[in-house]
């Protein structure tokens, strides 16, 4: 009975998001009040109790909002700067032939889209590239949404990844090895599954070579930067590595047009200023001692006392979530923006009125999200503290025991997809997933490296997502045709970290050696 | 019934974010009310909170 009312504010959203189609804020509202409801009635969770979760909850939103608005933020400066249309404008004139634009367009430039920006951006401003190119609405929705997946964790400058680690409490140096080791070999296979929607195997035979040049070189950068501690400019880098290596590959594979006419390189590069702002100053904050501990100063902490239900779960007391307000990504993001926009001014890039079009576009993006993400966190924390998390990964550790590093993915995969997005997804299921390995004695570095990529594989498919890039590919009422195709990718994707995922346990993977002792 | 979810409609962005000031400002104030053990406060506040959630469901 009480794993049933413990699953009730999960099954409620994945019914109102899937079954009904309602929005993630929506959905997540209801889904707060259905926790709050069954924590102070059926698990004995008193007033004290949810007002200190309520507290806490709001450190962990604090700390996932920061870099969702300062990341949006510098997208929204690049972008009215016409940046983000140089560099796709730009992209085309590297080869003619077919299947290199899609692997350049539709997967290494939209995994540098999802790297900086995220939020539907990749499909939305690809969509229309392809469009343009000739390729089908179909394809042009489809090459991108399969191609940035991979890079949906330590994208969107590490949003997803921070509220994994918010969600837990682990730290990146934990979390980041195996979450990045999943999503690089993944990253492989997208490569591929992107030759094929273009133009079927003999696309994947003919680009292999590519294929595995660019996923290479992406995922091993993706995996040294994450683990390095640059979490939040892994799949930035990894991306910006890979637009690197197009270059020379895309000679190989020029087309049947010759001359695909010249491009401004002055532009580009300017264009490409901002984002190199960011490298600089994101290197500067985490390796120069001096900046870093200046940064580091200020600092906002909580502490909470011990609490307990009357049913006798018990959450300890100590530190609710760390912020260290001038070090945070989200202000190194923030100062990388202010930095950006005076560049892009200085070159001339912007009209009269940019400033106010950038704040206003970035609030009126981000306040839907940010409600959603206000009300799951809270959710997720009121379940934490009240024990229907412990009560739901009893029940999953005793239904599916030796089954679970299968399972695993495919929980964050389903998250993913209700919710429409890689944080929510780690939000809901990242705890439930950690105490849930926790029972079973598996590493959680390894379970939680599978909620976390097969939550990005498969948060491409979510409906919301399918719909922003149906829309702007002209393809509005179609999206089923998009969700079919798409499907068949995902599954294949997930199956794959479910592989690895088994394979880690097998094996009795922990982490990396450096970190062993911390999981 | 109708108008008032219309209007939330036509108003989106101004209900979206005035429901997260209430869920973001509540939690503060609920955190000192259950230090110094408030339970009218802490009741008063929670209401709040559910009252901003109740707002954003009617949001379409």
Same mark, same amino acid.
């Given at each position: 009975m009480t794993l049933i009312l413990a699953f009730i504010p999960i099954a409620l959203i994945l019914f109102l998001m899937?079954? =009904?189609?309602?929005g993630a804020a929506r959905a997540g509202g209801a889904g707060y009040l259905s926790a709050l409801v069954i924590a102070a009635?059926?698990?004995? @969770?008193g007033p004290r109790l949810l007002a200190f979760a309520h507290m806490r909850a709001l450190l962990l939103t604090v700390d996932v909002l920061m870099i969702i608005w300062a990341a949006f933020l510098l997208f929204r400066v690049a972008d009215e700067a016409g940046a983000i249309e140089t560099i796709g404008k730009a =992209?085309?004139?590297?080869? @003619?032939d077919r299947g290199m634009q899609s692997l350049i367009i539709g997967w290494v430039f939209a995994s540098f889209l999802q790297g900086v920006g995220g939020f539907g951006v990749p499909v939305a401003v690809i969509a229309p590239i392809l469009v343009g190119l000739g390729f089908t609405p179909l394809a042009a929705v489809l090459l991108p949404s399969i191609g940035h997946g991979w890079a949906v964790?330590?994208?969107? =400058?590490g949003s997803s990844f921070q509220a994994l680690m918010a969600a837990t409490g682990l730290s990146g140096e934990q979390l980041a090895p195996l979450s990045a080791l999943f999503l690089s070999i993944s990253g492989l296979l997208v490569g591929l599954m992107v030759a094929h929607a273009a133009e079927g195997w003999s696309a994947v035979r003919r680009l292999l070579g590519p294929v595995v040049a660019l996923g290479v070189g992406m995922g091993v950068v993706q995996f040294f930067v994450a683990i390095s501690g640059l979490w939040n400019i892994a799949a930035f880098s990894a991306a910006l590595v890979g637009l690197v290596i197009a270059f020379p590959l895309a000679r190989g594979f020029?087309?049947?047009? @010759?001359d695909n006419g010249d491009f401004d390189l002055r532009a580009l590069a300017v264009a490409l200023s901002g984002y190199a702002i960011l490298i600089v100053i994101i290197l500067c904050v985490q390796l120069i001692p001096v900046v870093k501990n200046f940064l580091g100063q200020v600092v906002i902490t909580v502490n909470f006392p011990e609490v307990g239900t009357s049913h006798g779960f018990v959450t300890p007391a100590g530190p609710g979530r760390t912020i260290p307000l001038f070090r945070h990504t989200g202000m190194v993001l923030a100062y990388s923006s202010i930095l950006a926009y005076f560049v892009y001014r200085w070159a001339g890039l912007y009209e009269s009125g940019a400033p106010g079009r950038i704040i206003s576009g970035t609030v009126r993006r981000v306040i839907s999200s940010s409600v959603s993400i206000a009300s799951m966190v809270t959710m997720a924390v009121i379940m934490e503290d009240s024990g229907m998390t412990d009560a739901l990964a009893r029940g999953l550790a005793q239904g599916i025991r030796g089954a679970f590093p299968l399972a695993a993915p495919w929980i964050g995969a389903l998250g993913a997809f209700m919710t429409g997005s890689n944080t929510n997804s780690n939000v809901v299921f990242g705890a439930l997933q950690l105490r849930t390995a926790q029972l079973l004695g598996y590493s959680a570095a390894l379970i939680l490296a599978a909620q976390t990529a097969g939550a990005a594989l498969s948060s491409v498919m979510a409906p919301t997502k399918v719909v922003v890039g149906a829309s702007t590919a002209g393809m509005a009422g179609r999206e089923g045709e998009v969700m079919r195709k798409l499907l068949v990718y995902t599954v294949l994707l997930v199956l794959l970290i479910s592989l690895l995922t088994i394979l880690g346990a097998w094996l009795g993977v922990q982490g990396f050696p450096r970190i062993t002792a911390l999981v | 019934m109708q108008n008032p979810i219309r209007w939330l409609s036509r108003h989106k962005f101004e209900a979206h974010l005035s429901a997260f000031i209430l869920m973001t400002l509540t939690p503060v104030a609920l955190y000192f009310a259950a230090q110094s053990d408030a339970l009218g406060w802490i009741w008063g506040l929670l209401a709040v909170v559910i009252l901003a959630n109740i707002w954003v469901i009617f949001v379409r």
């Open positions: 899937v079954g =009904l189609r309602w009635i059926f698990f004995g @969770a =992209l085309p004139h590297l080869t @003619a964790t330590f994208g969107s =400058l020029r087309g049947e047009q @010759a | -």
